[in-house]
């Protein structure tokens, strides 16, 4: 006797390549539709204060009219979505205006192939600036930084650097973090926690800081060194996103 069997297989999909998505915004869990309906970054995270998309040949913040400033003519080439920022580690760079806010979140694509200085127990500052708010003359509450450090990893101010390499000329996407009220300091690099730190004061943004600069570090925006390799989707949230948030940077849309 032969018996013969009908199999049924399902396979669920949800929007931006996520599954079992939960949003951990102040709206608690997010419903079935919620996740279905998830195809742009604006769905899943909250909306930001800056957002420099360096889609035309100018720092354009779309967010808040914040507009930034480039120099030594940086190019503008095809990015991880639209365009991106080149830098070509000779000079061009840029800086966008401070923002005053205690809780705060930065994320940006960034590719390079660039080989960074710095060892694995050295600070951001010691690397090749990304996005730098350093105050000069090592006063309190004031220095923080993202960087390319110990060869080709991602350091975000005292947390980190990231235990992969990001140098290979591929997109990968940085998320640093600041809560206010303990002033701790989170890294994501391509949605992976990749570390935290207490910055004793160290992280926080205030008036005292001129700008911000991509590229090289405020204190040595004008010398160098600088930083090589393309730079997209800049953006300042003004509140602490999370792991989830981290993930759904990764595969949503802007």
Known sequence: MVRSYTVVIVVALTGCGRVNFTQTGDSGAATDDDVAAATSCSTVVAPPIRRYSFDTPAIVDSASGQDGTIVNSPTFVPGKFGMAMQLDGVGARASIPNFLVLDYSVSFWVKTQQIAPGGPTDWWFMGQSIVDGDLCGNPPNGDWGISLINGGRISG??????????????????????????????????????????????????????????????????VGPYFKGAIDELVVYDRVLNATNAIALQTCTP
């Open 157 to 222: 101010a005292f947390a980190g650097p990231s235990p992969a390499m990001v140098n290979d000329n591929q997109w990968h996407s940085v998320l640093f973090t600041r809560t206010g009220a303990d002033d701790t300091l989170a890294l994501f690099v391509d949605g992976v926690a990749s570390g935290t730190a207490d910055a004793n004061s160290d992280g926080l943004i205030h008036d005292g800081q001129a700008f911000i600069g991509i590229g090289a570090g405020p204190c040595n925006f004008n």
